[in-house]
C-alpha cells in the first residue's frame, strides 16, 4: 500500500511499526522519495484491518490524504515488521 500526505519528518514509519508489532502484523515499511510511504502487511485480517484504520489515522502531526492499497494475494513471506531504508 501507498500513504500520501503529510507522512514523512512526523514519525509515521515508527507509529506503523509500534502498531503493528502490537497487532502481530509482519511486513515493512518505508518512505519513497516522492514524500509517500510504502508499506506490505500480512496477518490475521482482522489485524491488517485494524493496522489500516491506524494507518489512516497517523501519528500526531501527520495528515494522510490517501491510501491505496494494492492486494497481493496470501502468503507469509514475513517473519517481523522492520522499517526498510528509503525506496524509489
Do not use: K
Not at 9 to 16: I, M, T
Not at 63 to 88: A, I, M
Amino acid at each position: 500500500m501507498t500513504v500520501t500526505g503529510t507522512v514523512q519528518g512526523v514519525g509515521f514509519r515508527y507509529f506503523v511499526l509500534e502498531r503493528a508489532q502490537s497487532l502481530g502484523v509482519s511486513g515493512w515499511v518505508r518512505n519513497l522519495r516522492d514524500g509517500r510511504v510504502e508499506a506490505e502487511l500480512e496477518g490475521e485480517q482482522e489485524s491488517v484491518n485494524m493496522l489500516i484504520s491506524a494507518m489512516r489515522e497517523g501519528p500526531t502531526f501527520s495528515h494522510v490524504e490517501s491510501l491505496h492499497q494494492f492486494p497481493l494475494g496470501g502468503g507469509t513471506e514475513y517473519t517481523d515488521f522492520r522499517v526498510r531504508p528509503d525506496g524509489q
